[in-house]
Nanobody
Framework: QLQASGGGLVQAGGSLRLSCAAS????????MGWFRQAPGKEREFVAG????????YYADSVKGRFTITRDNAKNTVYLQMNSLKPDDTAVYFC????????????????WGQGTQVTVSS
């Protein structure tokens, strides 16, 4: 089970840190990803991290502004979001997969409930 938190309302240029807490003893064996879905749009990949935290990858739209990390001792993955823009407004979801380095939504079988991020201009 995945539980995302940390969303909120922030002004453009501001920062937020999202957290995703996982239950279960096998968290460290899963690659983790963050996705987002804006109103009227499809859910899109934002960032991913390998099971051991050594590999990270990002959508071009967030590269250089967002950072994904994980703490396997705490069964938690984070998304630090800086220099936020109104276009970043969306519901953000964390997801888990046993596949490696994948960005396709369909490759992630396990999903959290989502947390709303709203960036005002």
């Amino acid at each position: 089970q995945l539980q995302a938190s940390g969303g909120g309302l922030v002004q453009a240029g501001g920062s937020l840190r999202l957290s995703c807490a996982a239950s279960g003893r096998t968290f460290s064996s899963y690659d983790m990803g963050w996705f987002r879905q804006a109103p009227g749009k499809e859910r899109e990949f934002v960032a991913g991290i390998s099971w051991d935290g050594t590999t990270t990858y990002y959508a071009d739209s967030v590269k250089g502004r967002f950072t994904i990390t994980r703490d396997n001792a705490k069964n938690t993955v984070y998304l630090q979001m800086n220099s936020l823009k109104p276009d970043d407004t969306a519901v953000y979801f964390c997801a888990a997969t046993q596949a490696r380095r994948v960005v396709s939504r369909g490759a992630y079988p396990y999903w959290g409930q989502g947390t709303q991020v709203t960036v005002s201009s």
